[in-house]
């Protein structure tokens, strides 16, 4: 509300709240500093899980830092904001999340540290940004060159991504299980490499063992063969991909047909019949032994495929359809007018496998396995889920290590290395935007603070002996949580790709900048539930003088 003249004027509606400087600057930094606390103690290798309990009562438990950040209801604008940044890493470098988070939550702990000694959150931004830019330099500089094709060092970086979650027991077999379904899906274009990773499908079925987890050359399709008089298994098998339903078309306008005798009522369901024969006719003259059909299958289709010795499978997904159609070469076929040999697709082997205790389709043995599928075993549901996202993230790793070629010690070691050479750096800034560069410095400490104290180690120890080990020049050296002190993680064979270390800084600073340049907050929260508790409050009145 604003006076002229001292006549009130009415700028913003009534029950709008707005925070306004200081206030509004520490309210969000607070509560951004809430969540990176909250994912803090997932990270690293000896980092708890988390047990999160949606409104229906459903139970996820893992230490992936954007699977808790998701499923956490977060109300507040500003850790929103937070909960992208984890989305983003997610999104572009698939693992990383928790460090982004952590590292951000720290850049503004330590610039409300400078907000306290007057010093300008607009110059803060900028001596952020200025250190960010350094530290992405220097990381390209401490960067270790990986060669594409080195299956050893490829494993060793989906078992870093793996490492700390609950599939690490049978870290080993998961890890060759990545690496080997990224190869499989890699195409070499000019002189670097492409990773199709939408390529790799997993599906999951509890019960067995994680070891039990395994690599299908081809696609697994968690249904079954649609009548029990079908082959269940069919070798050299030709396949059809088909868009289209095998049953008879509704009419696009509403349509009514008068049947005034018993003869009319025969010839109609005569002619349904002969529609659905004629497609059948059609799929078996081209000489397919297996349907695949995104769409719906009519029980009489159903007979007549079985008849002519046809396994047929329905109601199957749209990404599974084009996974079948790379895998097997076939063309996927929207009109069964259209079908022709050619369009078939290619495998050696189609089979119903009874997994669990329930039957998956398996399309194996295929000319060009473009696409390929995991199939994820474990004890129980929470257990599956959360192997799925290990693989998820070792994926993700592995592509970006063969796409880019280079990789960073893990442990803690590069965010120590930019601390050191930023506090080097920042007096060359002058003026305040030193202050800042050196409290980004001193904010990368958190992460190899965060893996000791997690690990039960003590954090100043690890820090002092991890300084000294790189001031005299071991870039490499890094927190080893399982032996408790500072060893060289290149030798470890803990290395993580240069792409998810940009992308977590890169994300951290950013949103960090965005947090620290909003000084006014003006929320018309509440209103709206406001109106729909009293309209409804008035309504329960109503009904209450009725009765």
């Known amino acids: 509300m604003a006076t002229l003249q001292g006549v009130p004027v009415l700028i913003l509606k009534e029950g709008t709240q707005r925070t306004t400087g200081r206030d509004a600057l520490r309210m969000n930094i607070t509560a951004a500093k809430v969540i990176a606390e909250a994912v803090r103690t997932t990270l690293g290798p000896r980092g708890m899980d988390k047990m999160l309990v949606d409104s229906l009562g459903d139970i996820t438990i893992t230490n992936d830092g954007v699977t808790i950040l998701k499923e956490m209801d977060v109300e507040h604008p500003a850790a929103k904001m937070i909960v992208e940044v984890a989305k983003t890493q997610e999104n572009e470098v698939g693992d990383g999340t928790t460090t982004a988070v952590v590292l951000a939550g720290e850049l503004l702990k330590k610039a409300e540290e400078l907000l306290d000694q007057d010093v300008h959150p607009t110059i803060v931004a900028k001596g952020y940004r200025l250190a960010c830019d350094k530290a992405l330099e220097i990381l390209n500089e401490i960067a270790i060159n990986v060669d594409p094709n080195d299956e050893e060092t ?49 599906e999951k079925k509890h019960g067995g063992a994680i070891e039990e987890t395994m690599l299908v050359d081809g696609v697994v399709l968690d249904k079954e063969v649609v009548h029990p008089a079908m082959p269940k298994r069919i070798r050299n098998a030709k396949i059809a991909v088909l868009k289209a339903a095998l049953e008879v078309k509704e009419t696009e306008t509403d349509a009514e047909i008068n049947i005034t005798n018993p003869e009319m009522l025969q010839k109609f369901i005569e002619q349904e019949e002969k529609m659905i024969k004629e497609m059948v006719d059609r799929i078996v003259q081209a000489g397919a032994n297996v349907v695949f059909c995104q769409k719906g299958i009519d029980d009489l289709a159903q007979y007549y495929l079985a008849k002519a010795g046809v396994l047929a499978v329905r109601r199957v997904k749209q990404s599974d359809i084009e996974k079948l159609a790379k895998a097997t070469g076939a063309r996927i076929i929207t009109d069964l007018r259209d079908i022709k040999p050619e369009d078939l697709g290619e495998a050696e082997l189609v089979e119903e496998r009874k997994v669990g205790e329930d039957k998956m389709v398996f399309v194996t043995g295929c000319k060009n396995p473009r696409a390929v599928t995991i199939l994820v075993r474990g004890g129980t549901e929470h257990i599956v889920d959360e192997v799925e996202r290990s693989l998820t993230d070792a994926i993700k790793v592995t592509k970006a290590v063969i796409e880019d070629g280079k990789v960073v010690a893990g442990g803690g070691a590069p965010e120590i290395e930019l601390s050191l050479r930023i506090k080097d750096w920042a007096p060359s800034l002058g003026g305040r935007e030193q202050l800042a560069a050196e409290a980004f410095a001193q904010a990368l400490e958190i992460i190899p603070r965060t893996l000791a104290e997690n690990a039960g180690l003590d954090p100043i120890d690890i820090l002092v002996e991890l300084r000294k080990a790189h001031e005299e020049g071991k870039v490499t050296y890094g927190v080893d949580v399982f032996e408790g002190k500072v060893v060289d993680m290149k030798e470890k064979g803990v290395l993580e790709p240069l792409r998810v270390k940009k992308q977590a800084i890169t994300s951290a600073t950013e949103v960090a900048i965005m947090i620290l340049r909003i000084d006014d907050v003006i929320a018309a929260k509440g209103l709206e539930k406001e109106k729909s508790e009293t309209e409804t409050g008035g309504k329960e009145e109503e009904e209450s003088e009725s009765d």
Do not use: P
């Open 154 to 202: 490829l494993r060793k970086i989906a078992a870093t991504a793996i490492t700390g979650k609950h599939a690490e027991y049978a870290i080993e077999h998961l890890s060759k299980i990545v690496v080997e379904a990224v190869k499989k899906v890699t195409e070499k274009v000019g002189d670097s490499y492409k990773v199709y990773d939408d390529d790799i499908k997993i």
